[in-house]
DNA sequence: GTGGTCTAGACCACT
DNA sequence: GTGGTCTAGACCACG
């Protein structure tokens, strides 16, 4: 695994929300186990402590479970699985949407914006 | 003017997003004149210093200019506001689209999500 | 007269600059009455204090005089004036071939670059 | 490090200056770990705050990179610092050029006065 | 009155 | 250890 990192958000919720998406998107399937915080550490050369909390935080939300002396896996509840789906996409468009209004566009704006934008892409990804 | 602030982000970010919408909504007009330092200050309940940054902030971005000695002023490019109303939309829009592609959401499913998501919201508000 | 103002510098040092210049070029002729506080203040559309403010620099400079009844003169002394615009002429020499040397150019590289700056210029004047 | 700083220009200004000026001349370089706000502010008697103002003006140039809880580095990219050292040499330029007009000098008295201030310099030099 | 700078000292999150 | 933010209070130049 390689990754860029941002500067602008704390390095440890970057790995989390990297994982997460790995885990919701099914490239890291309920029960895989999950690499060592050193083998992550040394992959991308970050702080193990960094990788430590990242763990930690995953675990909070249940995501992930230590087995003592086995190590870390991808939870087996598929139910966790996607309610934390559903929390991350419910985060992305209450901020979307709330921000948008904010900055005084109607439903039918927000409605045609995304739309555009998502046509496009689908345009580009086809050339 | 009153705010509420969310612990998680930096003050003067929040006041600072606070009157970049005010000013691209219409509320504060090109030319106006914007409180100084220390009424905000006051009327924020809020160390002067943090508003001192905003300010800095918000003219580095072009969007407000100081008059020696006479306080601030709401620039009078209207292109500079067009062009800042962009820039908030495009990385509200950015940040959301990539997100939802990111877990695993097509561009039809956000489509979706966004209309059900603003028509309910519509019928809340007649309600 | 009209003006524009730099934000970065006080009005009145850009107003006593301006009417130095204005004399050391001769458009302002030794002898010559200059407009009253109230006559340039209403020109330039700035607070009155600032143009007081201008003429007591300028007289503390010895290039303006003040006959009590009658206004404000640019001074007879052509001596005074010479002095002031060698004194402006060797102030921005040096700020540029000091500021040239610490950002690591050499001798040769400043006469080369303000020879091509000034030629430059030339042909642009003569287009 | 030591620095003298001059009551008319903001100390953090001067530092800044100072800091561009020693990345240009290869002093520091890309890539090099540069001193901790902490280190600096007991080296040069300042106030903490000032030394950060510096690195946030630095930080927005582009010049200077921090790395979450690592540090600020000089950026790495040399294009960056060649564009920096052009952007200052311009200005320094431009102001003196402007200038010298303004007083009503020649192409021809700009760039012998520029001639011979650099010479006078070499020789004191090799005294 | 206005903004700009500086100091002193504190707390927090991140690595 | 690092930088980022915030508060409190002071002084100055400008208009």
Same mark, same amino acid.
């Given at each position: 695994?390689? #990754?860029?990192?941002? $500067? $602008? ?6 790995? #989390? $929300?990297?994982? /997460? *998406? ?10 895989? /186990? ?6 992550? &550490? &040394? ?5 193990? $402590? ?16 230590? *087995? ?13 699985? #996607? ?5 991350? &996409?419910?985060?992305?468009?209450? *901020?979307?949407?709330?921000? #948008? ?15 555009? &934008?998502?046509?496009? /892409?689908?345009? /580009?990804?086809?050339?």
């Amino acid at each position: 695994m390689t #990754m860029e990192f941002d $500067n $602008n958000q704390p390095i440890y919720l970057q790995i #989390m $929300n990297h994982m /997460k *998406r790995q885990i919701i998107v099914g490239k890291l399937k309920p029960g895989d /186990k999950i690499d060592s915080v050193r083998e992550l &550490a &040394a992959e991308l050369q970050i702080n193990p $402590n960094t990788i430590q909390r990242t763990f930690q935080e995953l675990e909070r939300e249940g995501i992930v479970e230590t *087995r003592r002396g086995l190590g870390r896996y991808v939870t087996s509840e598929e139910s966790t699985i #996607m309610s934390i789906k559903k929390e991350m &996409a419910g985060e992305l468009l209450d *901020r979307f949407v709330i921000g #948008m209004r904010e900055l005084g566009f109607e439903s039918k704006d927000i409605i045609t914006i995304v739309s555009e &934008a998502v046509s496009e /892409k689908d345009k /580009k990804g086809s050339e």
